[in-house]
């Protein structure tokens, strides 16, 4: 859904109003769910004239749109500075390989930062394979290593910050120009972020990602993924999601809607939590690395502090000397934090991670750390208040060295 820009307003002005205008939402606060897939004409003639228009905003068939759907496309394209407009997806996944079906074919060369979201690896690996696209993976931490991959077929970046699990901030400005001088669409998996705390079409790359699933939602109650750009790839973007049949409920963009009004408060809240919970982490003798952008001496903290507007709450830590029977016993201890995937939800998480088999070129010696010592625990933090999450942690740890 294509969307004036409000750039001139805070961020929190434009969440609270974006998506609002009264085309789509009517004479109340939140949008109505829409719920409908035929839309009824008149006549033939009224029907033949509504199938030539094919704009967001003219409501033709369901799997086009409906307004609560493009309410919420246009209330997220508001919030990226430089958008023209953004595409729903039923998930995150389907945004970013339906975000890379979009801007390559067979033939093309994709290049993957090695440190992505493994599901994304996996696209990379799998379906766009299939389909006659080949990838390379990349250290992101390397930018001349970086633009020497490149060759003539090389047409698309895949980029994400902080890395998955590792949490590496790399300079994604420098990268994303070497894309372009090359001639290749940069992509970026901004979910952890969100536009809040990453501006990422200002930060030169074409098309930003965000799995909705996560801090959008912000309840752990939906699926949802968007891809917003500036004009010319939001076109493509918009053709290639209709060809492959993308449609998200409204009952779902209305619950999306319901959580992007609150995400600048719990983000903020969060990534206090967040901060205060790694510092304390980084004092105790159970750790060997705390894994974390806000933190000092994390990995690529500066470029964080000069990129960045904003944090979230999830990020890792390292065991030192224990074993996997040991992290198991740590993370069973917890009742604070529940042991499952996904993030960016009101409730804290943590989730045991090995970092070797989901790398492919990246040197952990490098940063300080072997795969060797790779016994890892991801926190997603929620909207506890700080001294119980540390208390659980605390009690946890004991409840490990115990045995
Ligand atoms: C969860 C996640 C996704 C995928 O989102 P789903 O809605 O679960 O498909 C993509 N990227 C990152 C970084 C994620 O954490």
């Known amino acids: 859904m294509a969307g004036g820009n409000k750039d001139k307003l805070g961020k929190g002005t434009r969440l609270v109003t974006g998506g609002r205008s009264g085309d789509f939402a009517g004479h109340v606060v939140n949008p109505p769910v829409w719920r ?16 030539k228009n094919n704009e967001d905003g003219a409501f033709f ?19 990226e500075p430089g958008a023209h407009g953004t595409v729903l997806y039923p998930s995150g996944v389907a945004a970013i390989v339906g975000a890379l079906m979009a801007v390559l074919r067979a033939g093309d060369v994709l290049l993957v930062t090695d440190n992505a979201y493994d599901p994304t690896r996996n696209a990379a690996m799998g379906i766009l394979k299939r389909y006659g696209v080949e990838h390379r993976f990349f250290d992101p931490l390397d930018p001349d290593g970086f633009a020497e991959i490149f060759c003539e077929r ?7 910050c902080p890395g998955s699990l590792t949490m590496e901030v790399c300079d994604i400005p420098a990268l994303a120009r070497i894309a372009r001088e090359k001639g290749a669409v940069s992509l970026v998996d ?15 790359c074409d098309i930003a990602i965000t799995a909705l699933t996560k801090h959008v939602g ?13 004009e010319r790839w939001y076109r493509r973007l918009r053709q290639t999601s209709q060809q492959l049949g993308h449609v998200v409920s409204p009952d779902d963009a209305s619950l999306a809607l319901r959580g992007l009004r609150t995400m600048g408060v719990r983000l903020e ?29 994390s990995t690529g903290h500066d470029l964080w502090e000069r990129d960045f507007t904003g944090g979230c709450g999830l990020f890792s830590f390292v065991l030192k000397d224990r074993d996997d029977a040991a992290r198991c016993r740590l993370i069973d201890a917890l009742d604070l934090f529940g042991i499952g995937y996904s993030w960016g939800g009101f409730e804290s998480l943590a989730l ?5 088999p989901v790398r492919s070129r990246m040197a952990w010696p490098k940063q300080g750390w072997g795969v060797e010592d790779s016994c890892g625990i991801r926190l997603s933090i929620g909207l506890e208040d700080p001294a119980d999450l540390i208390a659980d942690l605390e009690q946890a740890m004991a409840a490990m060295d115990e045995g």
């Open 61 to 79: 068939y369901g799997r086009r749109g409906a307004p609560t759907q493009w309410s919420l496309s246009e209330a997220l394209t508001e919030l």
């Open 269 to 297: 809240r969060e990534t206090a939590t967040a901060l205060e919970i790694a510092m304390w982490l980084e004092q105790r003798p159970e750790i060997a690395h705390v894994l974390c952008p806000m933190l000092p001496g």
């Open 352 to 356: 045991p991670f090995d970092v070797a």
């Open 218 to 230: 912000g309840h752990s109650d939906l699926m949802m993924g968007a891809a917003t750009a500036g």
């Open 36 to 51: 409908a897939s035929t839309h009824l004409y008149e006549n033939c003639a009224a029907l033949r004239e509504g199938v």
């Open 154 to 160: 090389t047409k698309a970046v895949m980029l994400e």
């Open 190 to 204: 901004n979910t952890w972020a969100t536009s809040l705390g990453f501006a990422a079409l200002e930060h030169g």
